[in-house]
């Protein structure tokens, strides 16, 4: 696994002044890399798009719709019951009354275990680091130049600075997973040393 260090950048302009202020400083070419990352959600992960598999918001839809079906059916076959002791109704009539109320119930319950999971997702009940969108430039670096690295990305005007570990290959971050939380860096001013060799 490589070393990696990388920022955000708003505009390509930016973080390419940014790389030449990285080759200036010593590191090479095939160590520097940049990309654009979508906006969150946008990733395509899966087939039909989107991040992730599910809506957190609809993790407990099941239980709500499970909990909806038996009380909707009790509801429905007292109600169907009512129906056929006041107006002397066929006995299907509980039946259906029964499976009308088991479905309106679980539509209900699956309804309210959404709205309550919604509650749950307000923006200021989560805490959790989440990438945001730009450009983002990635160093491949060693531990005696991280430091080095992530002052000049700081120096450029670089956001979000972050460390990672992943596979760098043919001078690009190969294993780039947009969807991870970043490992925030702080730079070292007194990383000022040229790196004394070419990175692995």
């Known amino acids: 696994m490589s070393l990696i260090v990388a920022a955000r950048f708003t505009t390509f302009p930016a973080a390419e002044d940014a790389a030449e202020r990285l080759f200036a400083a010593g590191f090479v070419e095939e160590d520097v890399s940049l990309f654009f990352v979508n906006p969150r959600g946008q990733h395509a992960r899966y087939p039909i798009g989107g991040d992730q598999n599910k809506?957190?918001?609809?993790?407990?839809?099941?239980?709500?719709?499970?909990?909806?079906?038996?009380?909707?059916?009790?509801?429905?076959?007292?109600?169907?019951?009512?129906?056929?002791?006041?107006?002397?109704?066929?006995?299907?009539?509980?039946?259906?009354?029964?499976?009308?109320?088991?479905?309106?119930?679980?539509?209900?319950?699956?309804?309210?275990?959404?709205?309550?999971?919604?509650?749950?997702?307000?923006?200021?009940?989560?805490?959790?680091?989440?990438?945001?969108?730009?450009?983002?430039?990635?160093?491949h670096v060693t531990p005696d130049t991280q430091q080095q690295a992530a002052q000049v990305l700081r120096d450029a005007g670089g956001a979000s600075i972050e460390r990672a570990t992943g596979r760098w290959q043919q001078g690009r971050w190969a294993d780039f997973d947009p969807t991870r939380p970043p490992q925030p860096v702080q730079a070292d001013r007194s990383a000022g040393d040229r790196p004394r060799e070419r990175h692995a």
Do not use: C, W
């Open 55 to 139: 809506d957190a918001a609809s993790v407990d839809v099941p239980k709500g719709a499970g909990m909806g079906v038996t009380v909707g059916a009790v509801i429905g076959a007292i109600v169907g019951v009512g129906i056929f002791t006041a107006f002397s109704a066929p006995v299907l009539v509980s039946a259906i009354a029964a499976g009308v109320g088991a479905y309106i119930g679980s539509l209900i319950g699956a309804m309210y275990r959404t709205r309550d999971n919604d509650t749950n997702m307000r923006p200021e009940r989560v805490h959790y680091e989440q990438r945001d969108s730009g450009v983002l430039l990635a160093v």
